[in-house]
Nanobody
């Protein structure tokens, strides 16, 4: 019901910052809970952050809490992931996901739509 396109990935030095963007198209974006997930080669897809449809409620993985900030701009159908103090362990393909109903869940199976991903590589 919603199409998602991520952008903003790239190569960055450890300690640096990146801002990922997710552009959504489709009806009623403002009612979707939005999430960010990441997957490194050979590893399971893991939860990073999520935000409620209103933007009031957020949820973060322990590994990124205090470093990453998720936000959204419903007027422009956008969700963002500001990544600070990046570490090599953050290297992964980052996915934007949308959930049609519910709270900012941590499980990928709770999300209905997915983008194609944007690569983030953090070098030491």
């Amino acid at each position: 019901q919603v199409q998602l396109v991520e952008s903003g990935g790239g190569l960055v030095q450890a300690g640096g910052s990146l801002r990922l963007s997710c552009a959504a198209s489709g009806r009623s974006f403002n009612i979707y809970t939005m999430g960010w997930f990441r997957q490194a080669p050979g590893k399971e897809r893991e939860f990073v952050a999520a935000i409620s449809y209103s933007g009031v409620s957020t949820n973060y993985a322990d590994s990124v809490k205090g470093r990453f900030i998720i936000s959204r701009d419903n007027a422009n159908n956008m969700v963002y992931l500001q990544m600070n103090s990046l570490e090599p362990e953050d290297t992964a393909l980052y996915y934007c996901a949308a959930r049609s109903t519910g709270w900012p869940a941590r499980s990928p199976v709770e999300y209905d739509s997915w983008g194609q991903g944007t690569q983030v590589t953090v070098s030491s």
